[in-house]
């Protein structure tokens, strides 16, 4: 009975109560998803809606995210914000979360076909990693590059995206011989330090380090540190938290590439605000936007300093 | 008469459809060997469960001479002085004989080390136990420091038997003790008991070894369906008159059955 | 469940009743095959990976051209060897479990992430996704092919477990597994057998989370290992082997299922929905462990 | 002589520093009952474990009515029809006393619900297990579907030996099967053993009740120190020289020795 | 280890051993905490949670201007109580520690994230860092203060449980607990105190983990309870409680380490590592097995 009542409420104003914005996100874990809730919360609040934030149990989660579409969508919610753990785990939840009217909005991760969600707002993540790559060919010059990658979580869609936008940056390939370690860190500092230490056990002649994230590049940088190759090592990274910010400012790495996860978050909620009112639906990709970072501007590349980035940072 | 050293009344255990106790009376005197007889499942080992705080009974009352107590572990019992050999033995499988003899009551080095430093000495307890085991006739342990799990049941229950008789210091609770003793073992195990009531400890014995029972028990508890049915002396019963009582082919007010020295009548 | 019923008035639905079996099937099913092994006194930390690997094979072949029943057929064959390499590490070498199930859940974990190259496998195959298909009782329950074939599977292996001898060896193994050797109970060839099985029943787990989300990931279920547990030791199963039953671990599947719903549909946002999970899982053992005291 | 149903020669078993069988022999003729006595620790539970197939001796052999056997675990005995009451009992203490009479050797139905569907005959089972506790005297079970664990020790090993009874189909060996036995219920152990002969198996009985060995032995096997010093025949021996051949008071050659079996010369 | 000295020139550099105790230290402090625990016949899936929720204490508490020896001491509390309501619901409640430890990771690791409000701290005080530093011995091998606790905190714990009557009561509880129960133990007390100690040796944890990556996380150390696990079960401690020791598990934690940083500078890839550290750890106690079967 219910399901006939909810389908017919999916365009209307007719509900009753604050509107209802269901939020999944890919963990509970990630500082980036914390922002990225704590901005739509707030910005929910404002506009005089309910924010639901619902996360799968870790990277890769598909069925708790599915599980999650499932329980929002029975809660009634008007529309669910969500960032994909895998861009084509969920489309079954997906659809026949817009088959009972409710407004699907991807945020930072595609989905596969993109036209799964009524719209995306998300970072360009090819784009952000090619930003690091370019910055970081730009730092080393003339010098051939002796590169290590410090990679996410194997498989991972953004993970992948940000990997290859940077070999396109450096104008390197998978397999190229300059690349002489890959190691996966899973984004976590402690496993990023550990892997860092063991590739440079093996071979110290690195001159370029690629980061997913920036707690792999504290991570990484430890390590150089230690081996008193801090310096000497163009590193850069990925994500724009304050803290990353900070540590750009502090020349522990060189570079960071902002993403604006409040962008997306604010963006998001005020689409499924306005489709609650007059039944609008956004469509299509909006790029919220990727900004170098860093206090050593080279030529060619735009770029921000860090007083721009800790004004800008999201935590 | 003078106060039973431990005394119960009317204990009830039950386990969901079984009765285990079903309101056994029991009277310990200073200075006796008691033995408790009765057939398998009489409920005798949960009788002395009940006794030394491993079982709270559902009804009844267990009195310490003549005051009112409660066990509410076994560890209670053991601070009364009350000393217990289990029909499981209670032992731990993979510790070695010394450590099983002194669980509980590990001895430590006298000096800061043992008071601060709380070190235990390891050598007092071998030798004692190496020395308890000896005096039990148990000189088969080749080797002192084997893990109880890989002695021979007789060897195994000699070390539980050890335990209670190094330990009791009011009365010793011993269930079935020399079951899987041989022949010499087990008159060292009466010896033993012997030398414990000599020092005054009162002694409870359950076995089914009649002719042990009546060679060193003062009165004999017959035990039958979860309760006490007679109390007996040697001198006065035959050993097929208890038996007869323990299966229930004679009953305490039969003409031929012997002098009961308890008042069954209320029941 | 009373609680979520009155805050929020959808949960007791039979709609949402259905969702929440949905959602629970996978899980389940890995705790069947799991509760076999914990019985036995093992436990098995590989069950969830063995299952993705599964997904993948099933939809990696799909996607290349495969028959759909060849690829069934593959994914079978690949859990089911996956078992029995389990089996008979703890049965021929004679080693803990946990180290054999946590070995094999490194390399199969690996080897999903190796035979994926890196993507995901999206399937619309009929046969492949027709347990998450299904029809209206009453017009109203949904009831996907998925549900009733997770009846059939817990109603065979709870009459396995309690009627045939089979089920009773499994059992004794668990209990006192040098009682068992001595009565004469093949002692090797039971426990090998209850690996081979659960790894038989994670290819079903396989099928089923195809039915339900219809993607291969190889970084799907990362935490299925200790939630299948979960269920097992909630329904009320030992650890030590030799003590539970099939029936404990549907009840402890649903448990968590019906919490994480109900507490999702409540609005509550997801850490504190962990929190209350957590103490909800200590509360309903506690509950259980109470009740089943006072009944003795 | 004939020649002996089961025979082992020299074995031996070692446990690191313990030798639990140093060179023992072995010989059992059909259609008697042997008693095997000796010390706690002497090596009767190794012996016999050896010879069900639970244990693998370091050296010697064993022979089935003549042939050289070698038993890989106790199953492969159990398929020579040689079943074993173990002083462990070997039960499974959390199942019911009909499933564990019946471990390894289930009674499923017939037609095809037994041989398609492999479903068990549960009460056919429970029945044939009520009836056999009923003939070794066990009535203080008050409901057969009890746990193992929560039986009394005598219940316990009434079952243990119920379960040999049912299935010795060549011979049966029983190690201490009456030592938490009570009084009656140990007389129709015996009364087993003897139908059991008289069927034509022969029992092995390791016990330490020696007036039970002298009632019910045809020959007596005197263990010592891990190997067989002396066998005697009942009829030959008092009770006291068969003790003091245990306890090394008395050696085979000595004297006042009752005559003895076996050569013992070799060693 | 051979295979790596030879594929690897500078794998059996003393510089390179020191890297991996290092690099093991968090984990086999872990360890020892969840070795207590085993050896009581529990588990604990906690202990990692309640791990990064002491840094966090720790780091917030400077990063607020707290002085650092109230952090401290504020950090070692918070530890030590979650051990000790862990030990409590196993004690008082009787439930089985999967399920209260399990609860308490859901919990911990819920009031982590909650406390961390979003952001890790980075901590610069000297206190907090001190056991990342230390010196070199010989001029070459660096020891930090961090490994001269490790030695020292293993070795007190080796002495309680093999030199105190407390120590064998925990053996003793986990070998038979209704024998440990009848012979008078205090199984009550003595389990407590399990947990509680298991808590304050989490703390140390801690303080360890700060001294390697000077930044409290939420979200670090996800694996950290499978790891000590791990470490526990590869230094021969049985998980059904009451064998085991404490220096088999120091032994346990440095294999997985060597193994990890073996490989990686082996130069192998990080998937085959996987595959090879699955097949390595079941090798390394399959060997084991077969060592201690011949010198019975
Ligand atoms: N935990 C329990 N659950 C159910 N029944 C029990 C339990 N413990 C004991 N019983 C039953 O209570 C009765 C008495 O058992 P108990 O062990 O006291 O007998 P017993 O006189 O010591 O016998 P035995 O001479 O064989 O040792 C038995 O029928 C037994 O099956
Ligand atoms: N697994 C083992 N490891 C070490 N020693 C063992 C092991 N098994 C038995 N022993 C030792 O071997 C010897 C013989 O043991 P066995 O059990 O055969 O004796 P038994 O004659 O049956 O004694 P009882 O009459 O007490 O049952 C004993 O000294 C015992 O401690
Ligand atoms: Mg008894
Ligand atoms: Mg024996």
Not at chain 1, 67 to 75: C, F, M, R, S, Y
Not at chain 1, 112 to 135: C, M, Q, R
Not at chain 2, 2 to 22: C, E, F, H, N, S
Not at chain 3, 165 to 193: C, K
């Amino acid at each position: 009975a219910c399901t006939q009542t909810k389908s017919g409420s999916g365009g209307g104003g007719e509900s009753t109560g604050p509107v209802k914005i269901g939020l999944v996100t890919k963990t509970d874990t990630n500082p980036y998803f914390v922002k990225l809730r704590e901005s739509a919360k707030a910005h929910a609040e404002k506009s005089g809606a309910q924010l639901i934030a619902v996360a799968g149990k870790f990277d890769g989660d598909n069925e708790g995210q599915v599980a999650a579409i499932e329980n929002l969508v029975q809660q009634g919610v008007k529309g669910i914000l969500i960032t994909p753990s895998n861009s084509t785990g969920i489309l079954g939840a997906l659809k026949q979360a817009k088959e009972k009217g409710v407004l699907v909005i991807a945020l930072d991760t595609e989905t596969d076909p993109k036209d799964a969600v009524d719209a995306t707002y998300a970072t360009n993540n090819v784009t952000a990693g090619e930003l690091e790559g370019k910055y970081v060919k730009a730092a080393l010059g003339s010098t051939a590059p002796r590169l290590l990658m410090m990679d996410g979580t194997p498989g991972g869609t953004v993970d992948e995206q940000r990997h290859r936008g940077f070999l396109q940056g450096m104008g390197l390939k998978d397999g190229d011989p300059a690349i002489i370690g890959v190691a996966p860190t899973n984004g976590d500092q402690n496993k990023a330090q550990a892997a860092m230490e063991n590739l440079l056990q093996r071979d110290a002649t690195v001159n370029s380090v690629y980061t997913i994230n920036e707690p792999a590049a504290r991570g990484a940088v430890a390590a150089l540190t230690a081996k008193n190759l801090a310096g000497k090592v163009a590193v850069g990274s990925i994500d724009g938290g304050c803290q990353g910010v900070a540590d750009v400012k502090a020349g522990k790495y060189l570079a960071t590439v902002m993403q604006f996860p409040k962008k997306m978050a604010e963006q998001g909620v005020d689409a499924v605000v306005a489709f609650a009112k007059d039944g609008k639906k956004p469509t299509g990709f909006q790029d919220t936007g990727a900004q170098l970072i860093t206090d050593k501007p080279l030529a060619g590349l735009d770029s921000k300093d860090t007083a721009w980035g800790s004004q800008n940072c999201w935590g | 008469m003078t106060t039973p050293a431990l005394q119960a009344r009317g204990l009830v255990k039950r386990y969901g459809r079984v009765t285990a106790i079903d309101g056994a009376d029991f009277d310990l005197y200073a200075g006796e060997v008691l033995a408790v007889v009765g057939d398998n499942g009489a409920g005798k080992s949960s009788l002395i469960k009940a006794l030394s705080g491993a079982l709270i009974p559902d009804e009844g009352t267990i009195l310490l001479d003549g005051s009112e107590t409660h066990f509410h572990s076994p560890l209670d019992a053991r601070h009364a002085g009350i000393e217990t050999v289990h029909q499981t033995l209670a032992l731990a499988p993979a510790m070695d004989i010394a450590t099983n003899l002194f669980l509980g009551r590990e001895v430590r080095r006298t000096g800061p080390l043992g008071s601060v430093f709380r070190l235990l000495d390891r050598g007092a307890m071998r030798e004692q136990a190496q020395k308890q085991l000896d005096a039990l006739g148990i000189e088969t342990v080749q080797h002192i420091g084997q893990l109880v799990e890989t002695l021979s049941g007789g060897q195994r229950q000699a070390v539980a038997v050890a335990r209670a008789a190094m330990f009791g210091s009011r009365m010793v609770i011993m269930d079935e003790p020399t079951a899987a003793l041989g022949v010499k073992e087990s008159r060292q195990v009466l010896d033993l008991i012997r030398r414990i009531r000599d020092r005054g400890l009162p002694v409870v014995l359950i076995s089914h070894d009649m002719p042990q029972v009546f060679e060193i028990a003062d009165r004999i508890h017959v035990h039958r369906l979860g309760r006490r049915t007679a109390v007996v002396r040697p001198a006065d019963a035959s050993m097929s008159q208890v038996v007869s009582l323990m299966t229930g082919a004679l009953r305490p007010g039969d003409p031929d059955a012997p002098p009961n020295l308890v008042d069954v009548s209320v029941r | 469940m009373v609680v979520f019923s009155v805050t929020t008035s959808t949960f007791l639905t039979v709609d949402n009743l259905s969702l929440v079996v949905q959602q629970s099937l996978v899980v389940a099913t890995l705790a069947l095959g799991q509760t076999l092994i914990v019985l036995t006194g093992g436990i098995d930390l590989a069950n969830a990976a063995v299952m993705v690997l599964g997904t993948m094979v099933l939809a990696r072949l799909v996607t290349e051209g495969s028959n759909s029943v060849v690829a069934l057929v593959a994914g079978f064959l690949v859990c089911a060897v996956l078992g029995a390499i389990s089996g008979g590490l703890v049965t021929m070498l004679n080693l803990p479990p946990f180290i054999v199930t946590l070995g094999m859940l490194t390399v199969v974990l690996a080897a999903g992430r190796l035979y994926s190259e890196g993507s995901s496998y999206p399937v619309t195959d009929n046969l492949l996704g027709v347990l998450g298909e299904g029809g209206y009782l009453f017009g109203q329950i949904k009831v996907t092919h998925g549900m009733m074939l997770a009846v059939v599977m817990f109603a065979i292996t709870w009459y396995a477990l309690t009627r045939t001898a089979w089920g009773r060896h499994v059992y004794a193994l668990g209990n006192d597994p040098e009682a068992a050797r001595l009565t004469g109970i093949h002692v090797g060839r039971t426990r090998f057998s209850v690996y081979l099985i659960a790894g038989v029943i994670y290819a079903f787990a396989a099928w089923q989370a195809l039915g339900r989300i219809p993607n291969a990931d190889p970084n799907a279920f990362q935490t299925g290992n200790l939630d299948s547990i979960t269920a097992v030791v909630i329904g009320g199963t030992s650890l030590f082997g030799g003590r539970g039953s099939v029936m404990g671990t549907v009840v402890g599947a649903l448990i968590v299922a019906v919490l994480r719903s109900g507490l999702t549909q409540a609005g509550i946002d997801s850490l504190y929905q962990d929190v209350a999970t957590g103490v909800l899982v200590i509360a309903a053992v506690a509950f259980d462990q109470v009740v089943r005291r006072r009944s003795r």
